[in-house]
């Protein structure tokens, strides 16, 4: 394959500029394991580098997309061999690395995860970094020391990527789950992902109280910002949020309050450097803690060549649940 075909993030006098173009492969970064890509997806970040909402892209020209799965072509690191099934989340992936949104790429063989046995390259990226990203977050909360008997969580943003995986997570592993959206006409969607009530998102975006009534033991935010805050300050005593979006804003508006008056945590989930033992476990955890039908009810496909349109919807709200890109 001398070129392929590849989304392209181009520097133009005016910002960038994003289209489907021919890649010579002979442009491909320095890295000891080559992959066929099979399946990427679109995430949040994804969208703001191809519509050039944010400066998320660090060098041009560049291949988008931040995660993919696929085969191993060839390899010349001692882990992998011709044939292997992976994954690839961050790592600067569509950053400063040339992307997922094309039929080959070269990386790094440490940023590899193994598929695992009982899931396909297109679940996994049915779950791609949005879900995975979710995953961390449970984790983080279990590791505070939640469990279903401390009392309701809520997911904010919960009709987008993170948070209907959250939602999903969450609700099997046997806690109650406030789903906290501001698209009403999802409430059914929600529900049948586990959700036990729908929060309107009008109710964490007011002004924000250093203290607000205790409502919930915990939560995963994918949204940043005011919205964040009032989460926090709606946290019981003790309790712990998992932050990992900014679709709201990267601001916090809050007070020390919640932390110094009822002891509430604040972890941050960081998916892109995150250390390959902890990106393994949630990959494991994910083979096993994720409802498939919940998984395939969220997801929806498109080609290679309607990525723009999906990254524009993203950034505009638009998107329910998770969009798998078949490469190729």
Known sequence: MATFKAMVIEKTETGTKAGLADFDDAGLMDGDVTVHVEYSTVNYKDGLALTGKAPVVRRFPMIAGIDFAGTVESSSHAGWKAGDKVIVNGWGLGETHLGAYAERARVKGDWLVRLPASMSTREAMAIGTAGYTAMLSVMELERHGLTPASGPVAVTGAAGGVGSVAVALLSKLGFSVSAVTGRGEEADYLKGLGAAEIVERAALTGPVKMLAKERWAGGVDAVGST????????????????????????????????????????????????????????????????????????????GLSEVSEAAAAIIAGQIRGRVVVKIG
Do not use: H
């Open 227 to 302: 919205t964040l805050a009032n989460l926090l300050s709606m946290t019981r005593y003790g309790g712990a949020v998992a932050a990992c979006g900014l679709a709201g804003g990267m601001d916090l508006p809050t007070t020390v309050a919640p932390f110094i008056l009822r002891g509430v945590c604040l972890y941050g989930i960081d998916s892109v450097m995150c250390p390959l033992p902890r990106r393994q476990e949630a990959w494991k955890r994910l083979e096993s803690d994720l409802d498939r039908p919940k998984l395939a009810a969220m997801t929806r496909e498109i």
